[in-house]
């Protein structure tokens, strides 16, 4: 499972790769912009709130239109860069003739819900005209036509992708979607009179077959959520809409786009490297020591960037040359770092902490202080059994670090090992929310960057605020489309369906927390964790709190599972992601990463029985 750039078999035409260019180059400008005025926005608030004591009452307005438009343009910008997340296990092992029948397919779907969701999109945002927002007396209708707008540059980017596609393979794909919606359209009586269990036939199957096609999960969600309502209800399409606004608009998820930049950074300052040539220095010299410097500079990292893919790309390039140096096979190597970024999901800031406490409704704050032991849990748990099995023949020689290097690294690496703390004590003393102290670390880094490090390359700052707006748009638009999916699942009362059948599981809370284990494991391996989070994540926490399992608790538990599961070859993104970054044959690791999985789920099963781990510095 990874994101791919979707591409066919035919040639493409010159006009047709010159306009996607074209609108591609037309899009990266305003979102690149739309991510500079976020960090004004925030930055500015923060200042006048807390250094001035004047807060700003049109500051989250302001934030809140520029991000609505951010996460659209962003999402035209994945599609276009190929970045929207989805499964190609399947893809990957079919013949070259099917499987560019299943790219186009993969194409055509996003193409037909956008299609259908263009008009309710314009109506949804004209009717916001008569809403004016409270501080600037704006229209609403502002913020909510970047959903419209996004939607129909979306189109326009599938348009032109279908374009390139073979004749031959756009008629067949055609005529497999005219079979499923017939076949809808006359099995509707019969879907109807099984009650909920039509819920079945499109949120998993309809669904299912979406993902094991290729097509991107988001649109996956959004065509299953689209044909429930038109074939089951007479729900306006506008609703969809409106819950993808919904979804997308919350300024908590604001803090997405600002980490994922803040790894950029850190990358390009090179404070990372400087973290990690410390760490060298004080373990560097034991046998198997690397692998220990790569545990404790994914658990540093992961608390600057928030964002997983930014953490391997910060650790990787700089330990695994001297690692292979040291005779380590590459399939330990990504084995480890894969299951490094499962350990770390829960470190302070993850991304995943901001989503599950936004669409949960769980204190962040909490959830920060809350994910720091159980990271720790599993780093030593990967550590014990990295111990064994990082074997470096005897011929190798690791010299000691001298007690002047050590020091002379540690003094090179205080400005980068401040900002972890710099960002937590932040957020824990109120200076800033989640979400603005992304800004500080933006401009702290910045700073050290250019006066400490001398080290900022302004020619790598464009492109990294295009790469922030298209992963930001991928991940928005999922959480934006689950949103909507939720909703019409939550109608259908499956919401209280599922929270019945967990708890009524054997074993009360214990039961629950196990079933909990195995469910998101699974739905993070097939569906990627975002998506899982946001989609089971708040039918499943009032269940929980229901049987006495703590949020910050529950939060932790289901996190870890859906990173093992994220992490975990052959359908897990993050195994592949670990692979790309490391340079490493995915298949070098598909035999040597199950030691590592496993110390991972003997970790996760003591941070479950123990819910001290999680909740014992709250």
């Known amino acids: 499972m990874m994101a791919g750039v979707m591409t066919s078999a035919a040639g493409p035409p010159r006009l047709v790769d010159t306009l996607e260019r074209l609108l591609t180059r037309i899009v990266e400008i305003p979102a690149a912009f739309a991510v500079v005025a976020e960090i004004v926005i925030l930055l500015t608030g923060v200042i006048a709130r807390f250094v001035f004591n004047r807060p700003l009452t049109w500051s989250d307005e302001l934030a809140s239109i520029t991000f609505l438009w951010l996460a659209m343009l962003g999402a035209v910008l994945a599609l276009s860069h190929g970045q929207h997340m989805r499964m190609t296990a399947l893809v990957e092992r079919v013949s070259a003739v099917n499987r560019a029948r299943l790219e186009a397919f993969a194409i055509a779907v996003p193409a037909l819900f956008l299609a259908v969701m263009l008009q309710p999109a314009l109506n949804f945002a ?261 111990k064994r099995r990082m074997v470096e023949p005897e011929t190798v020689k690791r010299s000691r670090a001298s007690g002047a290097e050590i020091g002379a690294t540690f003094v090179y690496a205080i400005p980068a090992l401040l900002l972890p703390v710099l960002i937590r004590l932040a957020v824990s003393e109120g200076v800033a929310t989640a979400t603005e102290v992304s800004t500080i670390g933006i401009v702290y880094t910045v700073v050290v960057g250019l006066l400490v490090y001398r080290r900022f390359d302004w020619a790598a700052l464009y492109p990294a605020l295009v790469k922030t707006a298209a992963l930001a748009g991928a991940i928005l638009f999922i959480i934006g489309a689950a949103t909507s999916m939720a909703w019409a699942l939550t109608q259908s009362n499956f919401s209280h369906a599922l929270a019945a059948a967990m708890t009524s599981v054997p074993g009360g809370r214990w039961g629950f927390l196990a079933v909990s ?74 035999t040597r990463i199950w030691p590592y999985m496993a110390a991972l789920v003997i970790g996760l099963l003591l941070v479950a029985a123990f819910p001290v781990f999680s909740i014992g510095f709250l």
């Open 126 to 386: 004209e009717d916001q005209d008569f809403v004016q927002t409270p501080a600037l007396g704006l229209h609403d209708s502002l913020r909510a036509a970047a959903v419209p707008v996004g939607i129909g540059l979306m189109l326009a980017v599938s348009v032109l992708r279908l374009l390139r596609a073979r004749l031959a393979d756009l008629l067949v794909v055609a005529a497999v979607l005219l079979v499923i919606g017939a076949g809808l359209h006359f099995a509707t009586p019969a879907l109807k009179a099984i009650g909920n269990w039509n819920l079945f036939v499109f949120f998993a199957v309809l669904m299912g077959l979406g993902v094991l096609a290729g097509v991107p999960i988001a649109f996956c969600f959004g065509m299953s959520t689209v044909a429930y309502l038109l074939t089951m209800t007479t729900t306006p399409l506008e609703v969809v809409t409106g819950r993808i606004d919904e979804g997308v608009s919350s300024l908590v998820l604001l803090a997405v786009p600002l980490f994922i930049l803040l790894g950029h950074l850190i990358v390009m300052t090179r404070m990372a490297e400087a973290m990690v040539g410390f760490l060298i220095t004080l373990v560097g010299h034991v046998r198997g020591g690397l692998a220990y410097v790569l545990l404790g500079a994914m658990l540093l990292v992961s608390g600057i960037s928030g964002a997983k893919t930014a953490d391997m790309a910060a650790v990787a390039p700089v330990l695994f040359p001297g690692m292979r140096k040291r005779g380590i096979h590459d399939g330990e190597l990504v084995s480890l770092l894969a299951a490094s970024g499962a350990m770390a999901e829960t470190i302070p800031p993850s991304i995943v902490l901001i989503i599950i406490g936004s669409v949960a409704g769980v204190s962040i704050s909490a959830l920060f202080t809350g994910g720091i032991v159980p990271g720790v849990v599993l780093a030593i748990a990967l550590a014990i059994v990295a």
């Open 517 to 590: 284990i195995v469910v998101f494991i699974v739905l993070g391996s097939i569906l990627e964790g975002i998506p899982a989070m946001v989609l089971f994540g708040p039918l499943l926490f009032p269940a929980a709190k229901a049987l006495g399992v703590h949020e910050v608790h529950y939060a932790m538990v289901i996190i870890l599972a859906m990173g093992i599961g994220l992490f975990t070859p052959p359908f897990g993104l993050g195994y592949y992601a670990a692979c790309s970054i490391g340079n490493v044959d995915p298949n070098a690791g598909l």
